[in-house]
Structures are given as C-alpha cells and as structure tokens.
C-alpha cells in the first residue's frame, strides 16, 4: 500500500492506494504544535480505523505547504509508520516546466494539482483549489506551469467580516438561494457565495483569454461543489485532485521517468 499525505493550512489529508486505486483517506486538522509522538500515535489510529497496519504501508509520499509541521510530521512516520516519505516541492523535476519567476516559491499542491490535471484533463488548463486560500493555476497548452492568482480562502474572508466588524454575526456558507438578502444572514451569505462566484467567473474568463484555446477548468477543495452550482466556467470537480497528482508522481520517480 502506499500513504499519500496532502499537507495544507488547516487539514492534513491521506489517502491509501491499494495498487492504482484509492482505497481509503481521512484527515486531520494541521497543528504545527503537536509533538512528534502526537502525530505519530493519532496516524496510526487512523490507520486501524481504515483496517491497515502500518507494516502493509510500502511507502509514502508527501507534498506540504507548511514548512514548521515538517520535521515533527516527517519523524513521526519514519517513527510510527515506518517510512521515510518522499517530499515533493519546487525544485523536483515533476516533469513540466516551471515558469514562476522563481520555482521554489509555487506552493507543492499546486504543482501536483497541476500534474493530475494535466494528465487527466489535458491542456490548456486552469484548476481553481477552494483551501485556506483559493489558488488559480494556470497550464499553457504546451502543459508548461504558469503561475496564476490567490485570493484569500472563503473561510477567511467570513472569518474576517465576523471578527472586524460589532454586528455581524457568524454565519454558515451557503446559497441564500438569492442575490438581495432580506435579513442579515441572507445578505451577509448573499456577498459571500455571489461575490465569491463572480470572483471565481471573472479570473477564469480573463485567464482563459491569456491561455487561448479549449481551456479546460477543474475545481477542487472542500467548497468547489458549493460555489460550482452557480459558477458559469468550471467544467470539473474532482475532490481528489491532489492524491491523484502525489500518485501519478510517485508511479513516475518508480519508473524512473523523473530525476
């Protein structure tokens, strides 16, 4: 079996592939103060729930945004799992070409979102990823990684409205179903899902125009469902777009098609 581990702001992701499919994940929240024993103990038990025992784990590959839960996340599973993970990150040759200004700055899961969508969508391709931050990225139609935008997370911007102002309370995230709320709620759910539309419609339109072409556009994170019932340019959601590009990469390092 192999462990994928999708480490972001707010969840650590996993997921197990038996051979080429993906049996089982879960997550946990991301704590960078836990202890190396903390994780490696709340792994494990992960690991049970899901009836796998951490001796049938082959290996394990990782890709992170948070560079302090490293160490003590790295040392928990060599510890605990038995492993020492493949980390993926800017400098590794994922096969594609890196246009950043400077490649070690693009975050790893928007790089290995950009592998699976531009293996399993093809190009040109933009992938909106609702995370702590909503990130856009950007393939040319030579499958070259641009680069893209980043707007602060759904979540966020909620929790900032919230805590900034006196009178607005804390709402859940949703179609009001409407565009002129009627009542606090509704107008605060009305600026957040609309706004949030429009935002999302806006950048993949004038991103479409700089890619040319059939630009294809693929959505995922924990809110791409919601915000896709009413956005006019995602084509596909795919809630497991990163544990397919952490796949496609480890099956191409065995193979020896990247060095």
Known sequence: MLLLVDVGNTNIVFGIYQEDTLVSSFRM????????????????????LKNVKAEEI????????????????????????????IVVD???????????????????????????????????????????????????????YLGGSI???????????????????????????KIIGTNTVTSMQSGIFYGYVGSVDYIVDEMTKELGGDTKVVATGGLSSLISTKSKTIQTIDRKLTLKG???IYDRLKKGELK
């Open 90 to 144: 800017g400098s590794m040759n994922l096969g594609m070409k890196n246009k950043y200004d400077n490649p070690k700055e693009v975050g790893a899961d928007r790089l290995v979102n950009a592998v699976a969508a531009k293996e399993l969508y093809g190009t040109p391709c933009i992938i909106v990823d609702f995370g702590t931050a909503t990130t856009f990225c950007a393939i040319d139609k030579n499958g070259d």
């Open 29 to 48: 929240s991301t704590q960078a103060d836990r202890s190396l024993d903390e994780m490696g103990v709340l792994i494990l038990q992960f690991l049970a």
């Open 151 to 177: 707007l602060p997370g759904i979540k966020i911007s909620l929790d900032a409205l919230f805590s900034k102002t006196a009178k607005l309370p804390k709402i859940e995230i949703e179609d009001p179903g």
């Open 58 to 85: 082959e290996d394990i590959i990782l890709a992170s945004v948070v560079p302090q839960i490293m160490y003590p996340l790295c040392k928990a599973l060599k510890s605990y799992v038995g492993r020492e993970p």
């Open 246 to 248: 952490l796949k496609l």
